[in-house]
């Protein structure tokens, strides 16, 4: 198919990332996740065109986050008209987020983030069987990534949260973080591509509003630069600094770990505290996830910077011959203890 000036160059530099960033393996399904948003359809008529020569399955989920009314319905009809047009096929969820979000007591944002990644996995399972086999495609532009790092910067997130939106995290990739959302609606409007405006994106009730109608202009005309590139950059940077923690973390946690499942107390006096964190922190998931495979409810938790200051300073105190038999609260009524030269996680009920 002979596409549009623009929209040529645009598939072919989001290819360009698909491929230097190995997202989509040969023969994979890829479940991608269409609001009716300019940048997801474009991402959807890019994964169209592609797959005819990449080799793998598409198929387009909308979820419905009965929000908006009838305006929701009007973009679950149009990404359902588009799948149809173009034979791709396409799944539609209704979810009622803010009665969940009510129910769990969190913000709209978050519910809705927490029941898309869900759906999508769990569709992306059962189309595929395992997480090797399939990927979940989300549109997010290098205009959300630099937001997402400003946003994490406010709440004084460390070096993780300087990444900000990864390229592939697990089963997730985001094959549109090198383009710009103007380049995405200039290449939408040569191909003639339908799209809806989601009306709560002009609201400044959510925090993503507010930086990028508010603070990234502020900082344009303060500054005089646009600050979306730079803010990229250090994202970029901050990813590679990351990426060789996590590799000296990860050797530290197998060296720390003992055939009981506990973490040696010796082993882990011999991480800085910024890799000791980190190997703390797996060590949390780890077992969580190790509960849940056993049929337990799966429990989302993970350790912030306080409890992970009080177990660094746990372990310091017992090396130096205190503390040698203590507990520190964790989040979900969980506790660490340290005793005799071992750290481990006793669940509320007093199973380790």
């Known amino acids: 198919m002979r596409y549009p000036k623009e929209t040529f160059e645009l598939f072919k530099k989001i ?10 393996p040969r023969d994979a399904v ?3 996740g269409v609001s009716g948003g300019v940048d997801s359809m474009v991402m959807l008529a890019f994964l169209d065109d592609y797959r005819s020569r990449y080799r793998f399955d598409l198929f387009a989920c909308h979820l419905n986050h009965m929000i908006r009314g ?9 990404v359902e008209s588009f799948c149809m047009k173009r034979a791709i096929p396409y799944v539609s969820v ?11 007591g969190v913000s709209l944002e978050q519910a809705g983030r927490d029941v898309r990644r869900d759906t999508m996995v769990r569709l992306g399972m059962e189309y595929a069987g395992s997480p090797e086999r399939f990927r979940v495609a989300f549109a997010h532009h290098m205009d959300d990534r630099a937001e997402s790092i400003l946003m994490h910067v406010g709440r004084g997130s460390g070096l993780a949260g300087l990444v900000g ?3 592939v995290d697990g089963v997730f990739i985001r094959p549109l973080l090198d383009v710009r959302l103007e380049e995405i609606e200039s290449a939408a409007e040569a191909l003639d591509l339908p799209w809806r405006e989601d009306e709560t994106n002009r609201s400044d009730e959510f925090l993503r509003n507010r930086v990028r109608r508010t603070l990234i202009p502020a900082w344009r005309d303060v500054l005089g630069y646009d600050p979306v590139p730079v803010l990229v950059r250090l ?8 990426q060789a923690l996590l590799q000296w973390a990860d050797a530290s946690y197998r060296t720390a770990l003992l055939p009981d499942g506990k973490m040696a107390v010796s082993s882990l006096r011999d991480c800085p505290p910024a890799i000791m964190k980190r190997v703390l922190a797996r060590y949390f998931e780890e077992v969580i996830a190790a509960r849940d495979d056993r049929g337990h409810t799966a429990l989302k938790l993970t350790l912030g910077s306080v409890h992970l200051d009080q177990l660094v300073k746990g372990v310091e105190l017992s090396v130096s011959g205190e503390g040698r038999d203590t507990s520190y609260s964790l989040p979900g009524g969980m506790s660490a203890r340290i005793s005799d030269g071992c750290l481990f996680i006793i669940f509320p009920e007093g199973k380790a």
Do not use: Q
């Open 235 to 242: 994202g970029d940077a901050a990813e590679g600094d990351e």
């Open 165 to 167: 939106i990864r390229y």
């Open 94 to 104: 209704r979810t009622d987020i803010p009665k969940l979000a009510e129910e769990l």
């Open 30 to 32: 890829v479940v991608a």
């Open 70 to 78: 009838e305006d929701a319905d009007l973009d679950e009809l149009l």
């Open 15 to 24: 290819a360009s990332t698909c491929e230097r960033r190995n997202m989509i």
